[in-house]
């Protein structure tokens, strides 16, 4: 059982000419990587040991044991936005049955996260979901974030109507997390007897998916959460006790942060797998977020980082390959590829005689994919275009746990690397302001007399067609 990573295909086997790293690059690289990795493990964050604290994962388990218990639950909520669903829906992607929202797993919830405000979307979803036969988790660190208040209060009167006008019923379907002590949430949830796990001090949003962030979740779905942990904890105990050289994730981010600065920014994560598609979007944001900075430590403006792009193979070959194999060569590729899938479809016999079919005798959907995956890589790699594979055994809870904490690890590194603090997001909090503003909050008046000044002295350019 092993997160294997191969890094051959991102450095070239010849010369530097043909526009991948050199091994030598890496080497002469490597002091800047040694320093920020010392810096890291002299002064550990939380998230890192988030696997161990056994008391966090058992509250998750008694609320998920107690909401089950009536046996009046098949649907399960989450509300919440950025590192408050994203590790979920990684999460349920990959571990729940695929079609869950149909066919969920025998005696589990059906699981849908909803990170979004979209009224089409919000407004069909609670007025087609049996709101008697479901609990809904708001996940909210700060209790600030206008999306997830918003969800609330109609999740919340949705939940009343229901429940016919019972307030203390209505409450007893919902599970809030978020700060143990401070934010918007905090008081009212006390005052008014909600049931509340916390997001642990010191673990920002994108960190959090083994807090009770994500475990609460995959208590509720039933996942096995102590393997989920251990994959982590793997992970953590190999990368702090290997040689420096032999560091994956530091080498994964020395190479990315090297390339980045030598005109590669984009960032593509190709997922060949359905299940680990929303890996994708969880490692956007981790990687975006922690990495796009405009001040570097010293309180420089640098506007540095990556773009994490998306991709789903063999889907997306046949909608970005031609512009990754042809266009500017300004990208890196991490193939996610999984050694076994859960179920094994073979091809049927052609039922006629015909060039579109005679190879695909005998052959397995996972064959096929495979193939698909080298094709691709041979195609990227003769464009000399840099490609890494993460490969996982299987999908399964140990090897999501061991993926979440070895990006957690390198991206952490590469913003050491990089000399930028990976745990902000001013930038979030610049447009978490604004929408606050604009939408009326108390004590923002200022800034929305500003925003409103800014767009009165905007030139008009408009078209229609
Ligand atoms: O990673 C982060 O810190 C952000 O993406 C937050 O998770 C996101 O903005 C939601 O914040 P909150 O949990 O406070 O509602």
Request: glycine share 8%; charged share 20%; hydrophobic share 45%.
């Amino acid at each position: 059982m092993a997160l294997h990573l191969d890094l051959s295909g991102l450095f070239d086997p010849t010369s530097e000419s043909a526009g991948r790293l050199t091994r030598e690059q890496l080497a002469s690289a490597m002091p800047r990587a040694i320093a920020a990795r010392e810096a890291h493990l002299a002064n550990l964050p939380k998230w890192r040991s988030l696997h161990a604290q056994g008391d966090l994962q058992a509250a998750c388990d008694a609320r998920a044991k107690q909401v089950k218990a009536a046996g009046d639950v098949d649907y399960f909520v989450v509300l919440g936005i950025g590192g408050s669903a994203l590790g979920n829906t990684a999460m349920v992607s990959a571990l729940a049955p695929v079609f869950q929202e149909w066919n969920p797993e025998p005696g589990q919830p059906r699981v849908f996260v909803l990170d979004n405000v979209d009224p089409d979307w919000l407004g069909e979803f609670f007025a087609s979901v049996p709101l008697e036969r479901t609990h809904i988790n708001v996940i909210s660190k700060s209790g600030g974030t206008i999306e997830t208040s918003s969800q609330f209060l109609i999740a919340f009167d949705a939940m009343k109507q229901a429940c016919c006008g019972d307030e203390n019923a209505a409450r007893a379907r919902f599970t809030i997390t978020t700060d143990p002590k401070t934010g918007h949430f905090r008081g009212f949830c006390d005052e008014l007897g909600f049931f509340t796990l916390p997001v642990p001090d010191g673990v920002g949003g994108r960190f959090s998916v083994m807090s009770p962030v994500g475990m609460f979740t995959a208590a509720m779905a039933g996942f096995d959460c102590a393997s989920i942990h251990a994959g982590a904890a793997r992970v953590d105990k190999n990368l702090a006790e290997c040689a420096p050289e032999d560091d994956p994730a530091l080498l994964y981010a020395l190479a990315h942060v090297l390339y980045m600065e030598g005109g590669k920014p984009v960032h593509v994560h190709f997922a060949y797998a359905h299940r680990l598609r929303f890996l994708a979007d969880w490692y956007k944001q981790l990687w975006a977020e922690s990495l796009g900075k405009r001040l570097n430590a010293a309180g420089e403006v640098v506007h540095v980082g990556p773009t994490p792009v998306k991709a789903v193979g063999p889907t997306d070959q046949h909608s970005q390959a031609q512009l990754y194999v042809e266009g500017p060569n300004d990208k890196v590729y991490t193939m996610l590829k999984l050694r076994k899938f859960g179920r094994e479809v073979e091809i049927p016999e052609p039922f006629v005689k015909s060039q579109a079919f005679e190879h695909l005798r005998g052959r397995k959907l996972s064959e096929l994919m495979e193939q698909e995956r080298c094709g691709t890589e041979v195609a990227l790699l003769d464009a000399n275009r840099p490609v890494c594979l993460i490969e996982m055994c299987g999908m399964d809870a140990f090897h999501l746990g061991q993926y979440f904490q070895f990006l957690q690890i390198a991206t952490a590194y590469a913003g050491g690397i990089m000399g930028i603090d990976p745990f902000d997001q001013p930038g979030v909090e610049a447009g978490k302001i604004a929408a606050l503003a604009l939408m009326g909050c108390e004590g923002f008046e200022q800034r929305a007399a500003e925003i409103q000044a800014t767009f009165a002295a905007r030139e008009s350019f408009q078209l229609s067609c």
